[in-house]
């Protein structure tokens, strides 16, 4: 998919500014880019089953739902039931923000880890593929994500505040603070 340069469109209310994407980023594109943010990231993921989503509702504020992300085949797949709110948030805007489960206490062994991008809905053959994949229950929608930013916050030496930042065509920026 590909959407115009510097095209001020209106989705959910707000003005958004959307740049041209000439291939697709999706998980395996951002491993090749950055391969340790990338190992911590899907670490995190790994380490609780159940994450935090964030979708656009009609009326353009936030909502918040309870998701089980899925790293296969170099892609991250988001499978919901059909109909959910989350997978209709979705289908009329593709923005979505992906929160790693911080789990139990303080701890947060590698970070706090957040991707966005747009879910774009799968109905050809790699939906089949996923069912015998996964075994999902069913009717359900599938996604897709493409990645537009990829964020880790962490604290290093009981003194910093790091913050790494990754976004398409742009070298992994880390930022410290005391």
Known sequence: MTYAVNTRQWLSGFPVRLARMSTRINWASFAADAPGLAATVERRFGAFRHHVLATLRKDGSPRLSGLEADFRDGELWFGMMENSRKALDLLRDPRFSLHANPGEGTGMGGGDVRISGLAHEVRDARKGWYVEEVEPPQPF??????????????VEDDTFLVVQVWKPGEPLRTVKRK
Do not use: I
């Open 141 to 154: 929608h599938l996604f897709r994500t493409e990645l537009t930013e990829v964020v880790r916050t962490f």
